[in-house]
Each structure stands twice: as structure tokens, then as C-alpha cells.
């Protein structure tokens, strides 16, 4: 670093200066078209010379000037990235192992294929993204469409889940929340489960909606009782409180199907505070992602919503609708994952008993 005399005595830093293509080929005794090609892998270059301009490069600290880029092919190469469902705490979705797997997932697969992402806070305003060169925005589990209208109304695409379906430049990825409750419901039953409770979030989310639609419209199937115990607010605390209502319920529970996210051994510990055995008289399946569930004793099982697959998928089409120029909206469906584990397994239950795991996935449908 130089410095430069500033007013009162005092010096100003001045950034060394920026390392260019020219200085690169000049190192490495190569011209600049072959350094350049080098480093975009193009040209008819032999593996020796290419893995020389490249390591000349590296050690030099080169990188590309990203506005002339900018300014040459008019992209920015800048995805954003918003999770709605915490809008009142902006960042506090990465404390959340669903939301920290999607968000490094959609961020590794976006640099794979030439994107940087752009954090932006739950409930993003019009002027906080405004002026930022977005080429396209992921919006996961919108709860107030408002950043989705916003964007789409500024012709940026937008890859969302299935509330936007038929949205122009609107994209979306999802679970069948439907049949990921009714498959665990009929786990659970066909272990010998007759009052299962439900133990969710308030959240308005378009899975939580549904899995409280599915699993009322199973209970009335079958001339069961709805169980649900929804919690005041999101956290390990309230989450707690919300299984030990459920547990304590006039007419003791035989299954838990706990949906609202959060720490599974602490749905053990409530459950053998209230006087459970897991699974001898309580059957308990946790909508996780947490590897702590498999280490419990019992290790507890979970209906995993495949938060990588999700963002994988996700970034799959916005870089078709990006590069490919297409134009009209696309969907996916990801598969969840059931992992049958000995907490919602009763003992002596056959050949299905004797396997530490099991694990079941939800097919979408074609």
C-alpha cells in the first residue's frame, strides 16, 4: 500500500494497483489472446500452457475486471437470494438446518454455473434491491408475495415455490406437502398409531398450510380426532412448549408428527419428562434435516424436504430461463425422504424391525 499526505498531517492509503491480463502474459512469457483464452477455457491451447497462464494468474492475484465484463455483455451474473417466511428477523433463517442447507446449496450451485448470489433480508423492499444488478431472485417460502409482485413487475425472474405456478417469468420448485404428510401418517398408523398429534408452526407458508390441510382431511378419513398444537412463535423454546401441550393433552397422544422445525433430541427429553417411552408408547416422526437425529437414543426419524435437491433445482431453471432465453414459466418437483428410524418403529414389528433405517421417498407425480 502507498500512501498520499491528506490535510493535517494525516496520510491517505491507496490500493496497490490492480494486476492486469497484460501483466499476466508478460510473467508468463505468453501472449495476451493465449492468456486469455487460458483462463475462459478456450482456444486450442496444450494442457502445459493453459495450467501455466493459470498458475501465473493464481499467484499474481488476477481476477477479471467484473465492470468492464459488466459493461461488455450487459450482464452482472448477480442472483438474489430472499427467504420470506422471516421477515420480522431477517437473518435469523440461517440459524434454521433446512434454511442454512438451502441457502449454501443455492449458493454452491449458482457459483457452479457462473452466478454469484446476493443475500438479501427476509422481506426484501423494492429500494433495498432497486439499485443492484440482479439478473435474476430466488424467493423461498413466500409469505407475503409482495418482493415476488415487485420483482416480476421489474422483468426479473423469479424462482419461487408452487404459490407463483402460471406467474409469468415466475418459476417454481416444491414438495407435494400432501403426500409427504399422508405417507408419514401411514407410517405411523400402519405401526399401530391411533392418536397421532400434529405439532406445527403458525407459519402461513404454502407447506404448512397443506400439511395442515392433509392431515385434517386423513383424521376425517378414518374417524379420527384432529390433534394440533400449533406454536406461538418460531424457536427451540416455543417449539418445546408446543410438544409438551400436545403431550399433555386430556387424551395422551400415541404418535407425534412434529412438522414445526427444531432441535429433535429435545422432543425426546419432553417426551420422557411427561412420562413416554419412545417408541413403546409413543411413536415420533420430526420434519428435519438436522443430523442429530440420527444419533439419539433412539435415533429419531425424519421427513427430510430435500433442501439441496430444491436448490439445485431452482438454479437449474433460472440459469435455462438466463441462458437459454426461455421464456415461459417452468416447475419442478423434488421427492421428500422419509428416514424410518427406531422411534416410530415398534419393537417386534417383523422383518421391517430389524433394520437400524429404512427409508421411504414420496414420488412426484409425472
Not at 494442457?47 to 450482464?75: D, I, S
Not at 412420562?275 to 435415533?299: K, M, Q, R, W
Not at 432465453?325 to 417383523?350: I, K, N, Y
Request: with cysteine; net charge negative; glycine share 8%.
Amino acid at each position: 500500500m502507498t500512501s498520499a499526505p491528506q490535510r493535517g498531517g494525516r496520510t491517505a492509503r491507496t490500493a496497490p494497483p490492480r494486476i492486469r491480463l497484460v501483466d499476466v502474459a508478460r510473467e508468463a512469457g505468453l501472449s495476451k489472446t493465449t492468456v486469455s483464452a487460458a483462463l475462459n477455457g478456450t482456444g486450442r491451447l496444450s494442457p502445459a500452457v493453459r495450467e501455466k497462464a493459470r498458475e501465473t494468474a493464481r499467484r499474481m492475484g488476477y481476477r477479471p475486471n467484473a465492470t468492464a465484463r459488466q459493461l461488455r455483455t450487459g450482464r452482472a451474473r448477480l442472483i438474489g437470494y430472499v427467504v420470506g417466511e422471516f421477515a420480522g428477523n431477517p437473518w435469523t433463517y440461517l440459524e434454521s438446518p433446512y434454511f442454512a442447507q438451502l441457502t449454501s446449496a443455492t449458493a454452491a450451485s449458482a457459483l457452479r454455473n457462473g452466478y454469484a448470489l446476493v443475500m438479501l433480508p427476509a422481506g426484501s423492499l423494492h429500494s433495498e434491491w432497486a439499485d443492484l444488478p440482479l439478473e435474476a431472485v430466488v424467493v423461498a417460502d413466500p409469505v407475503d408475495h409482495r418482493v415476488v409482485d415487485d420483482l416480476l413487475a421489474a422483468r426479473i425472474p423469479v424462482v419461487s415455490d408452487g404459490s407463483v405456478d402460471g406467474r409469468p417469468g415466475a418459476h417454481w420448485v416444491d414438495v407435494d406437502a400432501e403426500e409427504a404428510a399422508h405417507g408419514t401418517l401411514e407410517h405411523l398408523a400402519a405401526q399401530g398409531a391411533r392418536r397421532t398429534a400434529l405439532v406445527m408452526s403458525g407459519s402461513t407458508t404454502r407447506f404448512h398450510r397443506e400439511v395442515l390441510t392433509a392431515y385434517r382431511d386423513w383424521c376425517a378419513a378414518r374417524g379420527c380426532t384432529p390433534r394440533v398444537t400449533v406454536t406461538d412463535e418460531a424457536g427451540n423454546g416455543p417449539a418445546v412448549r408446543a410438544v409438551e401441550s400436545a403431550l399433555t393433552a386430556a387424551e395422551r397422544p400415541d404418535a407425534l408428527f412434529v412438522v414445526e422445525e427444531m432441535s429433535p433430541p429435545l422432543v425426546l427429553d419432553a417426551a420422557r419428562r411427561h412420562g413416554y417411552d419412545v417408541p413403546g408408547d409413543l411413536l415420533v416422526v420430526c420434519v428435519s434435516e438436522d443430523d442429530t437425529a440420527e444419533h439419539t437414543e433412539p435415533p429419531i426419524s425424519t421427513l427430510s424436504l430435500q433442501p439441496r435437491e430444491i436448490a439445485e433445482a431452482g438454479i437449474e431453471l433460472l440459469v435455462a430461463a438466463l441462458e437459454n432465453g426461455e421464456e415461459e414459466p417452468s416447475a419442478r418437483l423434488v421427492a421428500t425422504r422419509l428416514l424410518v428410524r427406531e422411534s416410530s418403529r415398534r419393537p417386534s414389528r417383523g422383518a421391517a424391525a430389524a433394520s437400524p433405517q429404512a427409508e421411504c421417498t414420496s414420488v412426484p407425480p409425472t
